[in-house]
């Protein structure tokens, strides 16, 4: 099984709301990824946990905050975002180990509206 | 830093014919991995196909087959008998092992034509 779960599809939020993204991973890998994607853009990676802990912090805001529960749940809490954080966050994780190839894999993200 | 430069912007293809997507890249490092992903316009990134830059061998998955050249540091994707469904866009990624981050090319949008 292959498969990164997110939650919710859709998410539309005004500027002073408070919301959280859902990432799910059954596949036992240990590095899990937050990324944001503009159209027709590469995906820019926000945060990397790798074993449970943040690995990375790409200087995201700090109105975006990452939450690893477990190896296997990843949050994205929001509050107070702007019109231009409006994308879609793509949630990705990995093995992360040697003798791997360290392919990432994909959930199909959330498709984020500030309005 | 790496870099990975995908120079068309857009391809096109007629159905069952075949395309090659370009992509090049630039490290210092000798081992590390190639990736191509496929993105449709239900947007859920699929790994399409995967290089160890240790193999020699190209990879094939199915339809798609890479031409990996290190020396060059070229990393071409071709799709063979193009199907209505392979129009998506397409990004080039390199990783560089350990500790390192996947690195995308802008992409490449390809329209396959009936």
């Known amino acids: 099984d292959t498969e990164v779960t997110q939650t919710p599809k859709h998410l539309v939020m005004g500027m002073t709301n408070k919301k959280s993204l859902k990432c799910e991973q059954h596949?036992?890998?240990?590095?899990m990824y937050w990324y944001k994607q503009k159209a027709k853009k590469p995906p820019e990676l926000m945060f990397v946990?790798?074993?449970?802990?943040?690995?990375i912090n790409e200087s995201v805001p700090s109105r975006f905050s990452p939450e690893c529960p477990n190896s296997s749940l990843l949050n994205l809490h929001l509050h107070a975002l702007q019109p231009e954080d409006s994308a879609l966050y793509l949630c990705?994780?990995?093995?992360?180990?040697?003798?791997?190839?360290?392919?990432?894999?994909f959930g199909p993200g959330t498709r984020l509206t500030v309005t | 830093a790496q870099t990975v430069t995908q120079s068309q912007p857009e391809m096109s293809v007629q159905e069952a014919e075949t395309v090659t997507l370009s992509c090049t890249y630039d490290?210092?490092?000798?081992?590390?991995?190639l990736f191509w992903y496929k993105q449709p316009p239900s947007r859920q990134m699929i790994l399409v196909i995967r290089?160890?830059?240790?193999?020699?061998q190209n990879a094939t998955e199915n339809r798609f087959s890479v031409n990996f050249q290190k020396a060059a540091k070229s990393f071409s994707l071709k799709i063979s008998d193009s199907q209505l469904g392979d129009a998506a866009m397409y990004f080039c990624?390199?990783?560089?092992?350990?500790?390192?981050?996947?690195?995308f090319g802008e992409g490449t949008q390809l329209t396959v034509n009936p």
């Open positions: 990705a994780s990995s093995q992360e180990a040697s003798g791997t190839s360290y392919e990432q894999y």
């Open positions: 290089q160890e830059a240790y193999k020699q």
């Open positions: 490290t210092s490092e000798s081992d590390y991995y």
């Open positions: 990624a390199y990783h560089g092992g350990s500790g390192s981050r996947l690195t």
């Open positions: 596949m036992g890998h240990r590095a």
């Open positions: 946990y790798s074993y449970e802990k943040l690995s």
